[in-house]
């Protein structure tokens, strides 16, 4: 009897294994709809609940311990590190963000209507390279990314 169980449960855990390691990263490589359930229902959701916070908490929490307070430098790259190695966030990223950064040098604007901001990631990118009088308006839909970006 014990010795059903046990083998029960370590086959139990090699088809999990197998699953978690092998078949669905298979799957949600050719598939981007599976991608899409993979990441943003399974991945998401068993994160929030084991971590008891949702993703762009667990982004503030990291900008919170690894930037500089008034250093937006600090702030791009803590949530470029954070994006790289701990969780994609929906964000422009360091690639685009440095194009990003050579239309708002290039055009160096007196205002800038940003509409929705998610982290504040672009907010931060475009603030600092803006001149000292220039006003920059972000407006975001929702409460719970608007009190992240703040």
């Known amino acids: 009897m014990w010795l059903t169980l046990i083998y029960s449960c370590i086959s139990g855990a090699a088809l999990l294994y197998a699953l978690y390691r092998w078949v669905i990263p298979t799957a949600v490589q050719y598939h981007g709809g599976l991608a899409l ?3 943003d229902v399974i991945v998401e959701r068993m994160l929030d609940t084991l971590t008891q916070s949702t993703r762009p908490q667990r982004l503030l929490n ?6 500089t307070r008034g250093d937006p430098r600090s702030v ?3 949530i470029d590190d954070f994006c790289r190695h701990k969780e994609w966030a929906m964000n422009v990223g360091d690639e685009k ?6 239309v708002v040098s290039e ?6 209507l940003e509409l929705g901001t998610y982290c504040g990631y672009s907010t931060v990118r475009i603030a600092r390279l803006l001149p000292p009088h220039a006003k920059l308006i972000t407006l975001e839909f929702n409460p719970d990314f608007a009190a992240i970006a703040q």
């Open 37 to 39: 359930i993979w990441h």
């Open 107 to 112: 055009i160096n604007p007196a205002a800038v």
């Open 76 to 78: 791009v790259k803590a």
């Open 62 to 67: 990291a900008v919170q311990k690894n930037a």
């Open 97 to 102: 963000g440095c194009i990003l950064d050579s």
